[in-house]
């Protein structure tokens, strides 16, 4: 179901605009799409550094908004924590020479401009007045947005991995030595009375690993130190890993032909479906929202609970489910985390790649499908 937003003066679309982005956002460009006077989300830009050549960042703005299917016109609001300051000749609000490339560029493309706004601690006005006044925020709920949650918190809110207690990781660290002890073994090596039955049983588990990543997803992180310890196992290896994400991005029949094509290519350099590729591209058809949220939150306790070195899997995985539900900003803070743990980590180097380019995947521009 479509939620419809009305907003009848620019202080009414301010109240809006969290809403419709999932957050309220600071040092960000944040544009809207239009289509026929509607629009069906927010796509958010950092500000650009002083030392940024204005006339790109206005290209990749405006090039954004236009992915957006059947998009006609554009809205843009800027939030800053500088101050406006007065000069002789009137009010000059923070970012203008910005937002003038930016508009200027969205002319040329063919885009009304609908509204463009600037928010500052003091208060907020409109770039398109020859002398901008400040007026104060209304902070009553915005028409429609009752129900939808809090919104309060910025683009990173809900990044932190969640706490977890000490007595747990030591638990899921003892359980993944064990594991590994099992399965990274030769394959003619028997079990021995001194391997742990738990160990063993957990092993089990990945006899399947397409089941396994189902049972994962539907206990969302919920998981005894052993089976969190499998799923670890399981996520420093890119092999699996990519399986992982490729199968909750679409179902246990795509993450069987993941790790089909997957083991083929390793064994035989045979060519992995072009249909899986795109997966994860951000290509095709729409992922389930619920679902890579769930395997969002899973990953997540996984990173929480992970020795250190094993940190890098779990949390580029939160970074593709984050990017992949078009919330780049988290994916970056993932990113700068593996980043911080190991510099040479190969999937995270490419998604920071795609996110440093703007790219965000194809289904996030789609009428009904746009993404925050």
Same mark, same amino acid.
């Given at each position: 179901m479509t939620t419809v937003l009305r907003a009848s003066s620019s202080s009414d679309f301010l109240r809006v605009i969290p809403s419709l982005a999932g957050f309220t956002p600071r040092e960000s460009l944040v544009l809207l799409p239009f289509h026929a006077a509607r629009t069906t989300g927010a796509l958010r830009l950092d500000l650009p550094r002083r030392d940024a050549h204005l006339s790109e960042y206005a290209d990749t703005a405006v090039a954004l908004v236009a992915r957006v299917e059947r998009t006609d016109a554009v809205a843009l609001v800027v939030y800053t924590d500088d101050e406006a300051y007065a000069t002789r000749d009137g009010l000059v609000l923070p970012f203008a020479v910005g937002v003038e490339a930016v508009?200027?560029?969205?002319?040329?493309?063919?885009?009304?401009?609908?509204?463009?706004?600037?928010?500052?601690?003091?208060?907020?006005?409109?770039?398109?007045?020859?002398?901008?006044?400040?007026?104060?925020?209304?902070?009553?709920?915005?028409?429609?947005?009752?129900?939808?949650?809090?919104?309060?918190?910025? *683009?990173?809110?809900?990044?932190?991995?969640?706490?977890?207690?000490?007595?747990?990781?030591?638990?899921?660290?003892?359980?993944?030595?064990?594991?590994?002890?099992?399965?990274?073994?030769?394959?003619?090596?028997?079990?021995?009375?001194?391997?742990?039955? *738990?160990?063993?049983?957990?092993?089990?588990?990945?006899?399947?690993?397409?089941?396994?990543?189902?049972?994962?997803?539907?206990?969302?992180?919920?998981?005894?130190?052993?089976?969190?310890?499998?799923?670890?196992?399981?996520?420093?290896?890119?092999?699996?890993?990519?399986?992982?994400?490729? *199968?909750?991005?679409?179902?246990?029949?795509?993450?069987?032909?993941?790790?089909?094509? *997957?083991?083929?290519?390793?064994?035989?350099?045979?060519?992995?479906?072009?249909?899986?590729?795109?997966?994860?591209?951000?290509?095709?058809?729409?992922?389930?929202?619920?679902?890579?949220?769930?395997?969002?939150?899973?990953?997540?306790?996984?990173?929480?609970?992970?020795?250190?070195?094993s940190r890098p899997g779990p949390l580029t995985a939160a970074a593709w489910l984050s990017w992949a539900l078009g919330r780049s900003s988290h994916a970056g803070r993932y990113l700068d985390m593996v980043g911080e743990i190991d510099p040479e980590y190969g999937l995270a180097q490419l998604l920071t790649t795609m996110i440093g380019a703007a790219v965000l995947p194809e289904w996030a521009f789609r009428r009904g499908e746009t993404a925050a």
């Open positions: 508009l200027a560029r969205a002319e040329d493309a063919g885009l009304h401009i609908v509204d463009a706004l600037c928010v500052t601690p003091s208060g907020w006005a409109s770039y398109l007045v020859d002398e901008p006044e400040l007026e104060e925020f209304d902070d009553a709920p915005a028409p429609g947005v009752l129900g939808i949650g809090d919104v309060s918190g910025d *683009q990173w809110a809900g990044a932190d991995l969640p706490d977890v207690d000490l007595a747990e990781c030591e638990r899921v660290g003892r359980a993944l030595l064990r594991i590994a002890d099992v399965l990274d073994r030769a394959d003619d090596d028997l079990p021995t009375a001194r391997d742990d039955p *738990q160990a063993l049983a957990a092993a089990l588990l990945l006899d399947d690993v397409p089941v396994f990543f189902e049972v994962v997803l539907a206990m969302r992180g919920e998981l005894p130190p052993f089976a969190m310890a499998a799923l670890l196992w399981c996520l420093d290896r890119p092999l699996l890993r990519d399986v992982a994400l490729t *199968q909750w991005a679409t179902d246990i029949i795509g993450g069987i032909r993941t790790l089909d094509a *997957q083991l083929g290519f390793a064994e035989h350099c045979t060519a992995v479906p072009d249909d899986l590729g795109e997966v994860f591209l951000g290509r095709g058809p729409r992922p389930d929202p619920d679902r890579l949220g769930r395997a969002l939150t899973t990953v997540r306790a996984a990173a929480a609970r992970a020795p250190l070195a």
